[in-house]
């Protein structure tokens, strides 16, 4: 089974599912998982995690996120993107100042009501099953942030923006917010997601490189190893003697360790290898039991 995490280049007219279907037949696995989920129509980086990495999803999504997005003004969908059916069009007769005013005033915490168009479940289904059946229900507003926000280039109705953001936003919504602020509706035409955590479009791979990897025995070459998601972490080794202890999850005393309990702090992160120099686990130090505790076991 292959374990660690492959920065995908999701194509358009992949849903991310489709993404780990795909996967898992070019890698003969099921352990396989994404890490935040893109649109069909949207494209670029999707960090998805094999094997003993999947236990990284929430960590991975957590992470901060870039986008490229082209909105296009004047216009309302039921979708808040290009794809769906309009709603109402509009006449744009806003400036540019005003325009890159509105899209500014958005950086910061935020409030934003989630589109019916999303895999948000309400009872136990998903809003966009709601939505095809003609169904709008009250969506609560969630606390997203916008770590910053920018304009490159405005061509008339067209807004080209570049966006650092939260887990958990959404860019069609956020391109409704602003077209409702700027009083002419608007929509999401295109997005690119450039960035996800350390993971950049730059160094993504899109399926029919993986599967030419996989074909030609070379996929060990795409993977990156679980362990790179902690490398700010120190690096603690037990002996001989103590990888018993540490293959089973026990605590680890600082007495067991070559550790100088000077440099140790209450909370302190370690990645853990085996005196075989194998990645094992992330340990933190808890001072009260005066010894690492397990947090996650990768073997």
Excluded: W
Excluded at 44 to 67: F, I, Q, R, S, W
Excluded at 69 to 77: D, P
Excluded at 183 to 193: F, S, V, W
């Amino acid at each position: 089974m292959y374990n660690g995490i492959i920065n995908v280049y999701k194509e358009p007219g992949y849903t991310s599912f489709d993404v780990v279907a795909r996967l898992r037949g070019i890698l003969h696995q099921k352990k396989i998982g994404h890490t935040g989920t893109l649109d069909p129509d949207a494209e670029g980086v999707l960090p998805v995690v094999l094997g003993n990495a999947t236990k990284l999803v929430d960590a991975l999504t957590d992470k901060t996120k870039t986008y490229e997005c082209i909105m296009q003004l004047g216009v309302e969908t039921d979708t808040e993107d290009m794809s769906g059916t309009i709603l109402s069009e509009h006449e744009v007769n806003c400036s540019e100042d005003e325009i890159r005013s509105a899209v500014h005033s958005f950086k910061g915490p935020y409030a934003q009501v989630p589109p019916m168009y999303s895999a948000l479940k309400k009872d136990g289904k998903k809003l966009y099953e709601l939505a095809r059946e003609g169904v709008v229900i009250e969506r609560p507003p969630r606390n997203v942030e916008i770590f910053s926000i920018c304009t490159h280039e405005i061509n008339g109705s067209e807004v080209r923006m570049t966006v650092d953001c939260s887990r958990g936003t959404y860019i069609r919504s956020l391109c409704r917010d602003i077209g409702e602020k700027l009083g002419c509706k608007a929509a999401m035409k295109h997005l690119t997601r450039t960035k996800s955590g350390n993971y950049r479009i730059g160094d993504a791979l899109k399926l029919s490189e993986i599967e030419r990897a996989a074909k030609a025995g070379e996929v060990e070459k795409v993977i990156i190893p679980t362990e790179d998601f902690f490398m700010d972490l120190s690096l603690i080794r037990t002996d001989e003697v103590t990888d018993r202890l540490l293959e089973n999850g026990n605590p680890l005393k600082v007495s067991d360790l070559s550790l100088c309990p000077d440099e140790i702090t209450d909370g302190l992160r370690v990645r853990v290898h085996d005196s075989g120099d194998r990645f094992y686990a992330v340990y933190f130090y808890k001072a009260s039991r005066g010894a690492f505790m397990p947090e996650k076991m990768f073997i």
